[in-house]
């Protein structure tokens, strides 16, 4: 099993940045990938998108890119969500989860969730 711990999240304004941080524990050896969800009321929960652990780029759903950044320390076992350029769209809660699958940009299969984190973006 996999202990997922999100932090970072917050008010901020539009046009403002926040960044979250997802520390891992447990059996992170076993996992293949590291990936970022987002659920806004009312809505069905987004694939924002995901790093493998190992290297290789990240990769971002269209809603996003350009605006966000997904990055890891593998020594500090943590992932990170840079968001920039935030809008009241961007206004959910955050969920980071990992998979074992290797294909982690489908953006299923993701089995251990972190607890989520709010995130609003005032206008």
């Known amino acids: 099993q996999v202990q997922l711990v999100e932090s970072g999240g917050g008010l901020v304004q539009a046009g403002g940045s926040l960044r979250l941080s997802c520390a891992a524990s447990?059996?992170?050896?076993?996992?293949?990938?590291m990936g970022w969800f987002r659920q806004a009321p009312g809505k069905e929960r987004e694939f924002v998108g995901c790093?493998?652990?190992?290297?290789?780029?990240?990769y971002y759903a269209d809603s996003v890119k350009g605006r966000f950044t997904i990055s890891r320390d593998n020594a500090k076992n943590t992932g990170y969500l840079q968001m920039n350029s935030l809008k009241p769209e961007d206004t959910a809660v955050y969920y980071c989860?990992?998979?074992?699958?290797?294909?982690?940009?489908?953006?299923?299969?993701?089995?251990?969730w972190g607890q989520g984190t709010q995130v609003t973006v005032s206008s």
């Open positions: 447990g059996r992170t050896f076993s996992r293949y990938a």
């Open positions: 989860a990992s998979t074992a699958s290797f294909f982690p940009w489908r953006g299923y299969e993701y089995d251990d």
């Open positions: 790093i493998i652990w190992s290297g290789g780029a990240p």
